[in-house]
């Protein structure tokens, strides 16, 4: 719960807080971004204005549940239902955004690919009855790609409730974590019908990108959309290295896509795989030093 007596003061006045025990997941900005914005005087997220219109309250709804440590307060509980069955949040093609984060990966994003060989939860959200229940009505789970090590969260009990097939790469600890598919190895593989697991050593060793339609790459925590539009990526958080990230955002230029959706930070939408292409390109050039 929410503690009005720490509502951090930037927040607009109003029904909707936030209070000071965020941790700068970014899913409220998500889910809500004409009401939440980042106060970057104290790296948090705090309410910009209170929202107005019934969407903007359902999309307020939609972020309190799913906030990882309960850091967004209202009295307004009229909306919890709706909400819940609002998740997870349609994107484009059979592409979901879960919502409903949890604090054991740092509230990582974690997204559902509608498809006809087989749904597949891309890292996992926490485990809350409501978005369990609703991913059942949209066809369960078949496989669970997990990106990396540090975004898997609640994948056992998704895994006891759905049966399906855990997917990670051996060089994350994969067999220790009881994983069904343990890929090994450099070269990418045809999961089944157009999704594509692309190992991408560098935030950790042993993570991957998977490519579906290649139209969306759910990239993990190596590569995520900016304010500004342009592509990011942080030698701050790449634990195992730099030089092995930049190596490997450069090997996704040998790919296409239009969607970037990660685990931490926002998804971009490039208007064409030309265009992602382009801001990619920028995006290794800076890491490569040369801009
Ligand atoms: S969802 Fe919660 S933890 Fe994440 S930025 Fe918003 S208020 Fe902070």
């Known amino acids: 719960m929410a503690r009005a007596s720490a509502r951090l003061p930037s927040n607009a006045p109003g029904d909707y807080y936030v209070d000071d025990s965020c941790i700068d997941c970014a899913m409220c900005r998500f889910l809500a971004p004409a009401v939440f914005r980042r106060d970057d005087s104290v790296g948090l997220s705090v309410v ?122 051996a060089d994350d600890g994969a067999a220790r974590l009881g994983v069904e598919r343990v890929l090994e190895g450099q070269a990418d593989i045809r999961l089944a019908g157009d999704l594509v697991a692309i190992p991408l050593p560098g935030h950790t060793r042993g993570s991957m990108a998977l490519l579906y339609k290649e139209k969306f790459l759910f990239t993990g925590d190596h590569l995520w959309g900016e304010d500004d539009g342009t592509l990011g990526a942080s030698r701050s958080v790449a634990w195992y290295s730099w030089a092995k990230q930049t190596e490997s955002m450069a090997r996704l230029l040998d790919y296409s896509f239009e969607w970037v959706l990660p685990g931490h930070g926002s998804p971009l939408r490039a208007e064409s795989p030309r265009d992602m292409r382009a801001k990619l390109e920028v995006l290794v050039d800076r890491m490569r030093g040369r801009s």
């Open 48 to 169: 910009g204005r209170q929202p107005v219109t019934d969407g903007e309250r359902l999309r307020s709804a939609m972020a309190l549940v799913s906030c990882p440590t309960s850091s967004i307060g209202s009295a307004d509980k009229s909306l919890a239902r709706a909400a819940a069955h609002a998740l997870p949040d349609p994107l484009e093609d059979g592409v979901f955004f879960c919502g409903y984060a949890s604090e054991k990966s740092y509230g990582a994003s974690s997204y559902l690919v509608a498809n006809d060989s087989g749904n597949v939860l891309v890292d996992s959200p926490r485990a809350a009855a409501p978005l369990m229940d609703r991913i059942g009505e949209l066809g369960g789970v078949r496989f669970m790609f997990l990106s990396h090590k540090d975004d898997v969260a609640d994948h056992a009990k998704y895994a006891a409730r759905f049966g399906c097939e855990r997917i990670m790469h």
